[in-house]
């Protein structure tokens, strides 16, 4: 994510950079599944998502935009945010016409609020949760989601199924309050040298 980040920010027209970083989204739509399916309180879960997504949007903005409010993008803890909403609708529901439905709605408040990834990005999210038992299944149509893109370098997001497939289903280590305070802050880090680096 911050090799993307560094490119998109400071180095533009290093493609390189944001090929690398294309894995990261696909990585962080099954995390955040697992992190559904294992978490203890599912409101707290998106009222922390909720949260950095409010906390997220003044450095998400400078940093992509340079300004401190932009209503035509919102950052990806928005899209997370929906995906847990998704995901939570889902698991109460029985009928295959309503999850479609469900999953339909979804996908346009996510075009609708303008969250990063859109409503590609909700899709990739019931890709995982839906298909979650199916290892195969799962990480093909994980990998044929980065090909949505028409023209786009997302194509090189499909290496992410490399370390999705060799997930042993074990949890790591307890830093998940690192990782949500890392976003906003690293975004913040990076407008501030870019305005440094304008100015010199």
């Not at 739509?29 to 997504?53: D, K, P, S, V």
């Not at 999953?103 to 995982?128: C, E, H, N, P, W």
Request: charged content about 15%.
């Amino acid at each position: 994510m911050i090799i993307d980040h560094v490119g998109a920010v400071l180095f533009p027209d290093c493609w390189e950079l944001r090929y690398i970083g294309r894995i990261s989204f696909p990585i962080f739509c099954f995390l955040l599944t697992e992190g559904f399916r294992h978490t203890r309180n599912i409101r707290r879960y998106m009222i922390r998502l909720g949260g950095f997504a409010l906390i997220s949007e003044v450095p998400y903005d400078l940093a992509f935009h340079g300004k401190t409010a932009d209503p035509a993008h919102q950052n990806v803890f928005f899209t997370l945010l929906l995906g847990v909403v998704l995901m939570y609708v889902l698991e109460r529901s029985r009928e295959l016409p309503l999850k479609v439905l469900e999953i339909l709605m979804v996908m346009s408040t996510a075009d609708l609020l303008r969250t990063d990834y859109s409503f590609k990005g909700i899709l990739l999210i019931a890709v995982f949760y839906l298909l979650r038992e199916n290892l195969w299944l799962k990480t093909v149509c994980a990998a044929l989601w980065n090909f949505l893109w028409n023209g786009s370098i997302q194509g090189y997001g499909a290496l992410a199924v490399i370390p999705i497939a060799m997930y042993n289903g074990e949890r790591g280590r307890k830093m998940k309050y690192f990782f949500y305070v890392f976003y906003p802050a690293h975004l913040m880090v990076l407008f501030l040298v870019n305005q440094l680096l304008q100015k010199t």
